[in-house]
């Protein structure tokens, strides 16, 4: 099933009805509003989508028969008067998506007919399980509707009441109004009354319904019947009751006004990250009115207009920056986040400690596996980390070798079309682009070696190697898989892997001996370079560039000594920017795994809190560590921030990397990888570990051979098409990818993608916890677009 829209109309208010406790008079509530509706002379209507129990007793009967003409319907109804997880077994369930499509379908058939106000009734509790086990606040989540909320005004109903809208808050809900009975003993409504008048939330206490009365079975339920009229055409007309109905109504209005004027005001206010605002208009900026699992919620159909429906899903084809992996809204990480905030807040990390960052430095060494790190370093985003890492690579080097950075200048050896944040610090160890070329303290401290590039064209792998490199590196090299590129201990010994080496020493023995330079660092983005505009560099020559700076420390010192064995670091710190291909983003752990190798120092952000808190981790070898260490105070590692180690992401973080972690032991990605495994050719190399993408590889084959696209890739959760330019530009300058960027942003009839481009490369990226069925949705408009 698609997924579905949050719920919002401009014909139609429509709440869902929470109850704090089960049987705290949920059904009675929604029939007061709803004979309320109908006596202002407009339309209510009454779902039920889960009713348990006798048919007789159904709450949509309860409002059928009560509800002054108010429409009413049930979606599925179970006659054992249990709850609905144990009513539903051994009978056919629905899945909790198809349950929210009827959901929707029907509020949306309703907005489009003359039906004014819409209240849809949950069962039980604010947790109580929905048909499939799961806890109604996650079940009910995708649609966002605004919530009532009744209140228990029974002994303990205090505690439930508050207890339910925390949990309804912590999802994202919005509670737009309270109603519970009077109760002149316990005054639950008192007490509640002045809880959520502190947070602007209106209570309304509702005289309670009469008792049922006693005597014959027929004379009792006629009187019963009478008293219940009664008491809803007296509640129905309760002063409070319509000023409520007259807020509901006005905050509809005001959510929809607020999204409508929210790209003026934003153009008018924000200034953007890497955007030029010469000739941006208002439209041209996505109006996010919420976020849930892959989809934001936006605001505005454009192009796809309906007018009986405000909110699309659109797929967060950027994975939100690379951060994204277990799903916008996620409640399991905002539990986390919560708990965490309730326990430490924020507090300093300078000499002290808390469990969440001892238990998640502990967690991410054994998870990285590389058995030179011993020291994690913690810092807020991926910028950051990598100006720590580079500290520490450099003085590392200065210190063995003797040099004096205040009197000589230091580079690193890098790769071109690599980024690595944009502070002043690592912005240096870039080539020069578009990111820099007008950043005034810009100077770039280094070489950048070119390097043949891993692609598909034409339904073929290659490794396409520079025109201008071909005499050194010799031709372009075709493959039968993506896992025979990945093989590279069978590779290592091939002519490729010998002229590699040859040009890498070569090279760098000529900077060095003939240009006077002095190189402090090996810096590489392992695999895949990111920002620079998706490049996947041939494995094996990130592998043999490794392997001569370590196998040659004379290429650096002439007092260098022989290359020391691991842990300890030879020829060049070695450090790997794993920011973004790092934690599962490419299907593992590390991608320092692809390369066979293990780096001094490794920095990882974005997946480490699975895209909720911004945290960043730089991890060093023991080595490295105590460099920093002597008498003096100068000599430490000077680099802190305010918010270092902070408890909520770290609390965060420990929750992701284990969800990520058994996500990876319990085969919850099997049905990617069997795609992948089906198309290794029986000859490759079994020890090789299978590379495989949750992008299939039909997909791949199909798009390599389309007119416009000049080649493709996919690994893990990343997918990279890159557009011909028929205006000859290329990398970040070019505009061939906007046509396709616009395309998947009209989307199909079941939702748009939003996506990112980086010149003439169009590029999408899942969650880990993407549905196959989603991603194969988002396959189906890339082929509709470009074959």
């Not at 925390?166 to 002045?194: A, C, I, K, P, T």
């Not at 909110?311 to 939100?320: E, H, I, K, M, W």
């Not at 070569?506 to 330079?517: A, D, P, Q, S």
């Not at 020391?564 to 593992?588: C, H, M, N, Q």
């Amino acid at each position: 099933m698609p997924p579905v829209g949050a719920g919002l109309w401009r014909s139609l208010r429509a709440h869902q009805v929470y109850g704090a406790n089960t049987d705290v008079g949920k059904t009675i509530v929604s029939t007061v509003l709803c004979n309320a509706i109908q006596k202002q002379k407009q339309r209510a209507a009454f779902l039920k989508p889960v009713s348990t129990g006798a048919l007789d007793e159904a709450d949509d009967r309860h409002l059928e028969r009560y509800g002054a003409g108010a429409l009413t319907k049930c979606l599925y109804q179970f006659d054992e008067p249990v709850s609905p997880h144990i009513a539903a077994r051994e009978k056919t369930i629905p899945r909790d998506d198809d349950l929210l499509a009827s959901i929707h379908k029907t509020l949306s058939g309703w907005a489009r007919s003359d039906i004014d106000f819409a209240l849809v009734e949950t069962a039980g509790g604010v947790h109580s399980p929905g048909p499939n086990g799961n806890s109604q606040a996650d079940l009910y989540r995708p649609l966002r509707l605004p919530i009532v909320l009744v209140a228990d005004s029974r002994l303990g109903g205090i505690s439930s009441s508050v207890s339910a809208y925390e949990s309804l808050l912590l999802r994202g809900y919005d509670v737009q109004s309270v109603l519970l009975f009077r109760d002149d003993y316990y005054q639950n409504h008192e007490y509640l009354g002045n809880y959520f008048r502190n947070k602007s939330i209106p209570l309304v206490s509702l005289q309670a319904p009469p008792p049922k009365p006693v005597g014959s079975e027929a004379d009792a339920q006629r009187r019963d019947e009478e008293a219940m009229f009664n008491y809803y055409e007296q509640a129905s007309r309760d002063s409070e009751v319509l000023r409520l109905l007259e807020e509901l109504n006005t905050k509809n209005k005001e959510r929809i006004d607020r999204l409508e004027e929210m790209s003026e005001r934003a153009q008018d206010l924000i200034w953007y990250p890497f955007t030029q605002h010469q000739g941006m208009q208002a439209k041209d900026i996505t109006v996010i009115d919420s976020a849930y699992d892959d989809y934001f919620q936006t605001f505005g159909f454009g192009e796809q207009a309906k007018p009986d429906s405000e909110l699309r899903p659109t797929f967060d084809g950027s994975a939100s920056w690379w951060t994204q992996g277990l799903g916008h809204g996620n409640p399991d990480l905002s539990l986390s986040a919560a708990y965490a905030a309730g326990r430490y807040g924020h507090v300093m990390f300078a000499g002290a400690v808390h469990e969440p960052a001892i238990s998640l430095a502990d967690r991410l060494l054994k998870m990285l596996d590389n058995p030179r790190f011993s020291k994690v370093f913690y810092t807020d985003n991926g910028s950051t980390g990598m100006e720590v890492a580079l500290k520490m690579g450099l003085r590392v080097a200065c210190n063995r070798y003797g040099w004096d950075a205040s009197q000589e200048k230091i580079h690193i050896l890098g790769l071109k079309g690599s980024y690595h944040g944009d502070t002043l610090g690592v912005m240096e160890c870039s080539e020069p682009s578009t990111y820099n070329q007008k950043v005034e303290w810009y100077r770039g401290r280094g070489h950048w070696f070119d390097y043949p590039l891993v692609k598909m064209v034409g339904g073929t792998w290659k490794v396409e190697v520079p025109g201008e490199l071909k005499e050194d590196l010799g031709s372009d090299v075709e493959f039968d898989s993506l896992n025979s590129i990945f093989d590279l201990e069978s590779r290592l010994s091939s002519e490729s892997g010998q002229k590699y080496k040859e040009y890498i020493y070569r090279t760098i023995k000529e900077l060095v001996e003939t240009h006077g330079m002095k190189f402090g660092a090996l810096i590489i983005e392992p695999v895949i370079l990111g920002a620079g505009g998706m490049l996947f560099c041939d494995p094996l020559f990130q592998r043999c560039l490794t392997d001569i700076v370590r196998d040659h420390p004379e290429l650096f010192s002439p007092n260098a000594s022989s290359p020391k064995a691991a842990p300890s670091w030879s020829g060049l710190p070695v450090i790997f920017d794993e920011v973004f291909t790092g934690l599962y983003r490419l299907g593992r752990p590390t991608s320092a795994s692809f390369l066979g190798v293990h780096p001094d120092i490794a920095v990882n952000a974005k997946l480490l809190t699975g895209g909720l808190i911004p945290l960043c981790t730089t991890v060093a070898s023991q080595e490295i560590f105590e460099t920093f260490s002597s008498p003096e105070k100068s000599d430490a590692l000077l680099h802190g921030h305010s918010y270092t180690a902070h408890a909520v992401g770290c609390t965060v973080a420990n929750d992701s990397l284990q969800t990520m972690s058994d996500m990876d032991k319990n085969g919850s990605w099997n049905e990617f990888k069997e795609d992948w495994k089906a198309n290794v050719p029986a000859t490759a190399n079994s020890s090789t570990e299978n590379v495989w993408s949750v992008w299939s590889n039909g997909l791949l084959k199909d798009l390599s051979c389309a007119d416009t696209v000049e080649s493709v890739f996919a690994i893990g959760t990343v997918l990279s098409i890159s557009l011909k330019d028929a205006q000859g530009e290329v990398r970040y300058t070019s505009n061939a990818a906007k046509g396709l960027q616009k395309s998947l942003a009209k989307g199909s009839e079941k939702f748009n993608v939003h996506s990112r481009v980086l010149g003439n490369v169009l590029y999408l990226m899942s969650s880990v916890t993407s549905k196959p069925e989603s991603v194969r949705e988002v396959e189906n408009i890339l082929r509709a677009s470009l074959i």
